[in-house]
């Protein structure tokens, strides 16, 4: 009976391992494509805010430029270990583009963006256990 359970919970593991690569999870550390990201998250904001064409462009050209600069960002503090100088960086830069974002979406999809930020909180996925999901 336990060499059935053991040999159950190992195929369940495997299982369970496989589906994560199949879906993406790939190697600690991997970062997706910046432009493929840009990319989904302008695709799936144009369907929930319901953006027009040019809208979705100007969304996509702003999310490669925002990735950007965080990742200069990141690579100039990287070295310092002064998590508050990290956070307040970054802070600034999410303000600076939700100022950027705010000028591109209507005033009816500002308001249903905020709703949506509040609704659905940044996740956290592959961070070494630095927050859930």
């Known amino acids: 009976m336990r060499k059935s ?20 999870g790939g190697q600690r550390g991997e970062r997706p494509d910046p432009k493929e990201r840009a990319q989904a998250t302008a695709d799936k904001w144009q369907e929930e805010f319901g953006l027009s064409d040019e809208q979705h462009t100007k ?6 430029k925002s990735g950007e600069e965080q990742r200069v960002k990141m690579q100039e503090l990287r070295g310092s270990g002064d998590r508050e100088a ?5 802070g600034e830069l999410r303000a ?12 009816t999809q500002w308001t ?3 709703k949506w930020i509040k609704e659905n909180p940044p996740q956290r996925r592959g961070r070494g256990g630095r927050g859930g999901n």
Request: proline share 0%; hydrophobic share 55%; aromatic share 8%.
């Open 5 to 24: 359970v053991m040999i159950l919970s190992m195929l369940l593991m495997v299982g369970l391992m496989t589906a994560e690569a199949q879906r993406g």
């Open 59 to 64: 969304v996509y050209d702003l999310l490669i």
């Open 86 to 90: 990290m956070r307040e960086a970054f």
């Open 96 to 107: 600076a583009h939700n100022e950027e974002l705010k000028k591109i979406f209507s005033a």
């Open 112 to 114: 249903a963006y905020e």
